[in-house]
């Protein structure tokens, strides 16, 4: 069993900067895929980025390639989604996930374990 405790959202402004962290509870941390998706309202839960276990391997969605950078510290068991360049359609709450896979896995349904979330609103 996993637990994974979002935090960092809130409210930015167009082009501005958030970070994003996800703890995660496990000893084994290192041996778990992570993924940041993203849920805006009406709509469905949205891939963002994924990480390998070793931080080398990384994965996007076109939408947020080259303004969001995803990595981890295995010895903090934390992974990171920094977001800059904010744009109002970023607006959505942001969930961490993992997965015991070493792999860049872009459907939700394959991953197990979930945080709660935290809200992200960027206004312009």
């Known amino acids: 069993q996993v637990q994974l405790v979002e935090s960092g959202g809130g409210l930015g402004q167009a082009g501005g900067s958030l970070r994003l962290s996800c703890t995660a509870s496990?000893?084994?941390?290192?041996?778990?895929?992570m993924a940041w998706f993203r849920q805006a309202p009406g709509k469905e839960r949205e891939f963002v980025a994924a990480?390998?276990?070793?931080?080398?391997?990384?994965r996007y969605v076109d939408s947020v390639k080259g303004r969001f950078t995803i990595s981890r510290d295995n010895a903090k068991n934390t992974v990171y989604l920094q977001m800059n360049s904010l744009k109002p359609e970023d607006t959505a709450v942001y969930y961490c996930a993992a997965e015991p896979e070493n792999r860049l896995l872009t459907d939700p349904q394959l991953y197990h374990y979930w945080g709660q979330g935290t809200a992200v609103t960027v206004s312009s």
């Open positions: 496990r000893r084994t941390f290192s041996r778990y895929g």
């Open positions: 990480i390998s276990w070793s931080g080398v391997g990384k």
